[in-house]
């Protein structure tokens, strides 16, 4: 069995897959978390295979008892919890006169609120412990809000706050929190069916690789206290500013 865990809430198919496989092979107990368990039966076997450790947990990260029972399960009988990583997107486009008070409430729940939850249950376990990673992955809605997506950056905005005050608060009780910035379209199926012109052009390294942002995140766990990053912008060479 692991000696240290890993949550990756948001385990898809793309970047959080990455991420967990990236922690499983450092021997890292990858605990995998989707609102739908039956989704998570590819990775969980992927990385078994790779003689790693998977285990899979269906939960709806907006609820509060859920996120709770998931943090205990995981310390109580799999491995303490060295890092969390928070991966939920969310990302939708709505014109502002059509974006009724319910799609709001949603993807600010699924963007920002199930973020200080998983964000807080980390800090409970890790504090007395004092060390631990929490990451959060933010988008260009974290920093820029554009047409459409008023929803989506107000909640990704909230996200990106939330990191900032967690890494004032829990910095000095030798937990590292941080928050990164995925400006760019990541390879991903659906990318390649409904962008196909941008898919193209990633042969020339304009799309996002979702191990090589794995490999950031390892990157961030392991710095050392005295240069850790907070922030920590990704994007291909030929992403607009």
Same mark, same amino acid.
Not at 197 to 205: D, F, I, L, N
């Given at each position: 069995?692991?000696?240290?865990? !890993?949550?990756?809430?948001?385990? *898809? ?13 450092? *021997? ?60 939920? *997107? ?13 799609? /709001? ?7 920002? /609120? ?37 929803? /989506? ?27 990164? !910035? ?8 659906? !990318? ?50």
């Amino acid at each position: 069995m692991a000696e240290q865990a !890993i949550i990756v809430i948001g385990a *898809g198919d793309a970047l959080g897959g990455a991420i967990a496989r990236r922690f499983a092979r450092e *021997g890292y107990a990858a605990v995998l978390v989707r609102r739908h368990a039956d989704q998570l039966e590819a990775l969980t076997a992927a990385i078994r295979d790779a003689g790693g450790e998977a285990h899979p947990f269906g939960v709806d990260a907006r609820q509060e008892d859920q996120v709770v029972a998931l943090f205990e399960k995981v310390e109580a009988d799999i491995a303490p919890v060295e890092v969390c990583v928070f991966n939920i *997107g969310a990302n939708v486009r709505f014109p502002i006169v059509e974006t009724t008070a319910r799609v /709001f409430t949603k993807v600010w729940e699924m963007a920002c /609120f199930s973020g200080f939850l998983a964000g807080r249950e980390a800090a409970k376990v890790m504090t007395p412990r004092g060390r631990g990673t929490i990451l959060f992955t933010g988008a260009t809605a974290s920093v820029r809000g554009r047409d459409g997506f008023a929803a /989506f950056s107000a909640a990704k905005h909230g996200l990106r706050a939330l990191a900032q005050s967690m890494a004032r608060e829990l910095g000095p009780k030798g937990l590292h929190v941080a928050h990164t !910035i995925i400006d760019g379209a990541i390879d991903t199926q659906w !990318i390649a069916e409904n962008f196909p012109q941008r898919y193209a052009s990633k042969a020339e390294g304009g799309i996002l690789n979702p191990e090589h942002i794995a490999e950031a995140y390892w990157n961030l766990h392991v710095q050392p206290r005295d240069a850790w990053t907070h922030e920590l912008d990704l994007r291909p060479w030929m992403e607009a500013w």
